[in-house]
């Protein structure tokens, strides 16, 4: 069994910054890609960052300069830096990760259960 858990998130004031967390435990052989995405309420899940394990990165336009994502692989966590934060980055954010099992189970995407960032003065 595998399991994703976020932590980090909360209400902070725009232009502050705040720092997600999302550890995977479990039966883990290997961990591939991992990232985050962000769901705001009456929109659909959008990527915000990716990251390969060999530390490859993505993002989207929308965070680009103000967000960095970085992971720990002896930790199974990756992280997500968030800076210069916007009332249009408050959303649920999901972190997901590719994970294989063991040498004969096939990669497999697995998501956590979200943790609420909520931008206000």
């Known amino acids: 069994q595998v399991q994703l858990v976020e932590s980090g998130g909360g209400l902070v004031q725009p232009g502050g910054s705040l720092r997600l967390s999302c550890t995977a435990s479990?039966?883990?052989?290997?961990?591939?890609?991992m990232g985050w995405y962000r769901q705001a309420p009456g929109k659909q899940r959008e990527l915000v960052a990716t990251?390969?394990?060999?530390?490859?990165?993505n993002y989207a336009d929308s965070v680009k300069g103000r967000f960095t994502i970085s992971r720990d692989n002896a930790k199974n966590t990756v992280y997500l830096q968030m800076n210069s934060v916007k009332p249009e980055d408050a959303a649920v954010y999901y972190c997901?990760?590719?994970?294989?099992?063991?040498?004969?189970?096939?990669?497999?995407?697995?998501w956590g259960q979200g943790t609420q960032v909520t931008v206000s003065s």
């Open positions: 997901n990760a590719d994970i294989r099992r063991s040498p004969s189970s096939p990669l497999r995407t697995y």
């Open positions: 990251i390969t394990s060999g530390g490859s990165t």
């Open positions: 479990g039966s883990i052989m290997r961990i591939n890609g």
